[in-house]
């Protein structure tokens, strides 16, 4: 197997154990609470990695799923971005040969 | 490590990205140089493994949080420019679409996490590694090593970031318009759990991932 195949493999189990960043500190009652955003001048369309209107507290399955869907969609939009930078720059580096 | 937005004031927001926007022209010229097709993918798996792994993050007294980056090992595998470039991608999809980290701080986020980490954790690694063969145990210490130092002084970056908020942005009365915690109480916040936790965290998935690479594919290293 190749390398990178074992690495997009590595990438998928990472994003389904996401959520224990969210269970563990739950668990040991760590920390304060998510920080209140004191401005607005952007709202993300997932904020804080969960789904608007969808019930349930953190570590509750329904955010530990929205969490592991996020990560899904951030992975695949991040490697998409990439490729497409990476591909200009080399393309760039083309012409100038 | 996430500065939301509202915790730095504007001057301070617009110095960042000033001192990120040569930062990115060198990193792309750089990476159009050197990077070859290739690595491309490889490039694309070391951003969305940075993204991922700064999903695993624990609330930090004071609104920001600890966790952290992996962007020490995209570093050495792939050099700090190239490094730069995935974590920044990281950062600004972080920022955009999840909400985390603020818009306006996306310079001093990428500074933070895209360019004081890559380079401490590349050239630690440099310095540690120098003059020893690439297969051999002194660059898994080094590699560690570098994950410890570069996440660190990222997080203390950070912490000094937030601290100066008060000195710089108040009212007539004192009152702070930030970030109201001063140097001493936000560096402790930040570098607290980065010192204890993160840092060992970067520093053993670094280590374990440049050791797997001895054996499986050297000539990434």
Same mark, same amino acid.
């Given at each position: 197997?190749?390398?990178?195949?074992?690495?997009?493999?590595?990438?998928?189990?990472?994003?389904? /154990?996401? @959520?224990?960043? /969210?269970?563990?500190?739950?668990?040991?009652?760590?920390?304060?609470?998510?920080?209140?955003?004191?401005?607005?001048?952007?709202?993300?369309? &997932? @904020?804080?990695?969960?789904?608007?209107?969808?019930?349930?507290?953190?570590?509750?399955?329904?955010?530990?799923?929205?969490? &592991? &869907?996020?990560?899904?969609?951030?992975?695949?939009? &991040?490697?998409?971005?990439?490729? /497409?930078?990476?591909?200009?720059?080399?393309?760039?580096?083309?012409?100038?040969? | 490590?996430?500065?939301?937005?509202?915790?730095?004031? =504007?001057?301070?927001?617009?110095?960042?990205?000033?001192?990120?926007?040569? !930062?990115? +022209?060198?990193?792309?010229?750089?990476?159009?140089?050197?990077?070859? %097709?290739?690595?491309?993918?490889?490039?694309?798996?070391? %951003?969305?493994?940075?993204?991922? !792994?700064?999903?695993?993050?624990?609330? !930090?007294?004071?609104?920001?949080?600890?966790?952290?980056?992996?962007?020490?090992?995209?570093?050495?595998?792939?050099?700090?420019?190239?490094?730069?470039?995935?974590? +920044?991608?990281?950062?600004?999809?972080?920022?955009?679409?999840?909400?985390?980290?603020?818009?306006?701080?996306?310079?001093?986020?990428?500074?933070?996490?895209?360019?004081?980490?890559?380079?401490?954790?590349? *050239?630690?690694?440099?310095?540690?590694?120098?003059?020893? $063969? %690439?297969?051999?145990?002194?660059?898994?210490?080094?590699?560690?090593?570098?994950?410890?130092?570069?996440?660190?002084?990222?997080?203390?970056?950070?912490?000094? $970031?937030?601290?100066?908020? =008060?000195?710089?942005?108040? +009212?007539?009365?004192?009152?702070?318009?930030?970030?109201? *915690?001063?140097?001493?109480?936000?560096?402790?916040?930040?570098?607290?759990?980065?010192?204890?936790?993160?840092?060992?965290? $970067?520093?053993?998935?670094?280590?374990?991932?440049?050791? *797997?690479?001895?054996?499986?594919?050297?000539?990434?290293?």
């Amino acid at each position: 197997m190749k390398i990178t195949t074992k690495f997009w493999i590595g990438l998928g189990a990472l994003a389904v /154990l996401s @959520p224990l960043g /969210l269970l563990l500190p739950a668990y040991f009652k760590a920390g304060a609470p998510w920080y209140e955003k004191p401005s607005s001048i952007w709202s993300a369309p &997932i @904020p804080g990695y969960s789904f608007n209107g969808w019930p349930g507290e953190k570590g509750s399955p329904h955010s530990s799923f929205a969490y &592991i &869907i996020s990560a899904v969609i951030g992975i695949v939009i &991040i490697t998409i971005l990439v490729l /497409l930078i990476g591909k200009m720059l080399s393309k760039k580096g083309d012409q100038d040969v | 490590m996430h500065i939301p937005d509202g915790y730095l004031g =504007p001057a301070t927001c617009g110095v960042f990205y000033a001192a990120m926007l040569p !930062i990115w +022209t060198i990193a792309s010229r750089v990476v159009k140089k050197a990077l070859k %097709a290739r690595q491309v993918p490889m490039l694309a798996i070391g %951003a969305a493994f940075s993204f991922v !792994i700064m999903m695993f993050n624990v609330p !930090i007294p004071g609104g920001s949080t600890g966790h952290a980056v992996g962007g020490v090992l995209v570093a050495i595998l792939l050099g700090p420019w190239a490094a730069c470039i995935a974590i +920044t991608v990281a950062l600004v999809v972080q920022a955009l679409l999840f909400g985390d980290g603020g818009i306006t701080a996306i310079g001093a986020n990428c500074f933070n996490m895209a360019f004081v980490l890559p380079f401490a954790g590349y *050239y630690t690694y440099k310095a540690i590694g120098f003059g020893s $063969e %690439a297969l051999s145990k002194r660059r898994v210490v080094a590699a560690g090593l570098a994950g410890y130092v570069g996440l660190n002084l990222a997080a203390l970056f950070t912490g000094v $970031e937030f601290g100066l908020q =008060p000195l710089l942005h108040h +009212t007539a009365s004192g009152q702070a318009l930030y970030c109201p *915690y001063g140097l001493k109480a936000a560096v402790v916040a930040m570098a607290g759990g980065h010192i204890l936790v993160f840092g060992f965290i $970067e520093a053993i998935v670094t280590a374990l991932v440049v050791q *797997y690479m001895q054996k499986h594919s050297p000539e990434f290293l």
